[in-house]
């Protein structure tokens, strides 16, 4: 009969012990790259213009995911950004507040970002949503047109970034701050009778790739979802006039208009860590309109066949 003996051996097992412990963090760590799983990890978002159309949508997706402890919607009516907050609340397990502003007005965005971080102690994402268009010939755009538009759709998103840059760099997060601008096809496509608007979103997209790299070294993220057409209140002539839907929908290679959860799924993607290397890119959600349709073969969505245009090579 053999008799087997333990050999306690000090190196031997400090050696496995070190092992194991390694293992075990570095199992955790793949688990905090996939999904936030510990309480203390989830984030805080604030999301201008969300009481309604893909700014609502964002706030949903982002209350659902899991990811996320604690939304604040932001609108100019506070009433409306209530309603979001009770439908969260009553339909997620997320914490929500309602504060309401003018992204337009200085005061109204370091409000927004302050009350955020008394209320949550930190802002881990924030989503420059907000936005108004309007359609206004060249020569009958006053000033006043031009300011009213360029402050809430260009002047809105860098006074809100620069001030929850200021909090996601001073906060201990070791996910780092992530920016999202909300901008359109038309930082690509000049679109005539919109000319602040284009200009707006043009700059959004040089606004942001600055930013992303003057903070790439922080661990602060900065990205642009750009829509084309989205069915939203900002777009309700492509409900009303059939016209418009017609020469709307001739202009997308997919055949249809875009719904808001189409927008605010990628905006979780980039928003979390598993876009943890993307920054200062644009991801365009618009069913090709962007592809420049008008080089392509005529589409008749209501055949299964394409015909070449005019069939010539
Ligand atoms: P929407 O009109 O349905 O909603 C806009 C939201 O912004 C509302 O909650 C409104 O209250 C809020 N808002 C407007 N002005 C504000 C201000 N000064 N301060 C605070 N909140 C304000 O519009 P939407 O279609 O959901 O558009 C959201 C964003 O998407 C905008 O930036 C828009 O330019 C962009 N976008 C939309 C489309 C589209 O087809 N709907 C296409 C491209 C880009």
Known sequence: MMNYYIIFKPDLFKILF????????????????????????????????SSKGIGKA???NFAKSKEYSSIVINSRRIGEAELVVQEIKKTTSCDSIAIPGDVAQEKDCIRLIGETVDKFQRLDVLVNNAG??????????T???????????LTGPFICSREAVKQMKIQNNPHGGCIINISSVHQIIPRPHY?????????????TKTMALE????????????????????????????????????????????????????VE??????????????VIVDGGMTLYPSF??????????????????
Do not use: C
């Open 195 to 207: 000319v602040p608007y284009a200009t707006s979103k043009g700059g959004i997209e040089m606004m």
């Open 143 to 153: 000033l006043q047109d031009w300011y009213n538009i360029i402050s809430v759709d």
């Open 296 to 313: 392509s073969l005529d589409y008749d969505h209501n055949s299964t066949q394409i015909f070449p245009k005019n069939n010539v090579a």
């Open 18 to 49: 070190t092992n194991i412990t390694q293992n075990t963090m570095n199992n955790n760590h793949t688990n905090q790259d996939n999904e936030s799983v510990y309480e203390s990890e989830k984030k805080v978002a604030v999301i201008t213009g």
């Open 215 to 266: 903070l790439a070294t922080e661990n602060i993220r900065v990205n642009i979802v750009a829509p084309g057409a989205i069915d939203t209140d900002m777009n309700i002539n492509l409900r009303t006039n059939a016209q418009e839907r017609e020469n709307t929908l001739r202009k997308i290679p997919m055949g249809r208009i875009g719904r808001d959860v189409e927008v605010a799924n990628v």
């Open 269 to 282: 993607f980039l928003a979390s860590n598993k876009a943890s290397y993307i920054t200062g890119s644009t």
């Open 132 to 141: 108004i268009q309007k359609e206004i010939p060249l020569t009958e755009t």
């Open 58 to 60: 964002i706030a949903l």
